[in-house]
């Protein structure tokens, strides 16, 4: 299985901060690399595909970079409804796996 | 607009089996790669499976033991089971639709399941 690293976590920051969320991937991958954003009692919603993919209707300070084993999604501008479990997963090989999630406090 | 929805037992009793069922609207269940995932507090999101229009499916190794998916494709409906459950079985339960681009786009709002005497 390839196991998915997060960090920091948790992470406390203020409104208007850039903030950066990274993943670590225990192989090589190519660009199935998810992010998404969970809060509580609801289901993870996606946020950026593909790495650097912005699904459509999400904000543009959400953006995702990164290849191989590093991955980043970083959030330009905190806004108060950004907080929330942010979560890597990849599908580069089943079984699709799951970062341990990123609490962002603000 | 696609909608996902899990029922079924929100309490499970120690060896017997955990049953569920996706119930899949607004698109047809075929050509997909419909997924079961589950979420604890202590080991997170947890990938069960996937079953791949009513044959293919690909399972956890560490559930595969455990684990069946299967489809009613004239029901639009596909389905968990897993077998001889115990506490640590207890969690969240969503389903998912795995899209073209190899993501999660469409998730099931969850089910509690307890296993619990």
């Known amino acids: 299985d390839i196991q998915m690293t997060q960090s920091p976590s948790p992470l406390s920051a203020s409104v208007g901060d850039t903030v950066t969320i990274t993943c670590r991937a225990s192989e090589r991958m190519t660009s199935s690399l998810n992010w998404y954003q969970q809060k509580e009692g609801r289901a993870p919603k996606l946020l950026i595909y593909s790495t650097s993919t912005l699904v459509s209707g999400v904000p543009s300070r959400f953006s995702g970079s990164g290849s191989a084993t590093d991955f980043a999604l970083i959030i330009s501008g905190l806004q108060p409804e950004d907080s929330a479990t942010y979560f890597c997963?990849?599908?580069?090989?089943?079984?699709?796996?799951f970062g341990q999630g990123t609490k962002v406090d603000i | 607009q696609v909608h996902l929805e899990e029922s079924g037992p929100g309490l499970v009793r120690p060896s017997e089996t955990l049953s569920l069922t996706c119930t899949v609207s607004?698109?047809?269940?075929?050509?997909?790669?419909w997924t079961w995932i589950r979420q604890t507090p202590e080991k997170g999101l947890e990938w069960i499976g996937y079953i791949f229009y009513g044959r293919r499916t690909k399972y956890n190794p560490s559930l595969e033991s455990r684990v069946t998916i299967s489809v009613d494709t004239s029901k639009n409906q596909f389905f968990l089971s897993l077998q001889s459950v115990t506490a640590a079985d207890t969690a969240v339960y969503f389903c998912?639709?795995?899209?073209?681009?190899?993501?999660?786009?469409?998730w099931g709002r969850g089910a509690l399941v307890t296993v619990s005497s």
């Open positions: 997963q990849q599908s580069f090989s089943v079984p699709h796996t």
């Open positions: 998912a639709r795995l899209s073209a681009a190899n993501s999660y786009f469409y």
């Open positions: 607004g698109g047809s269940i075929g050509d997909y790669y």
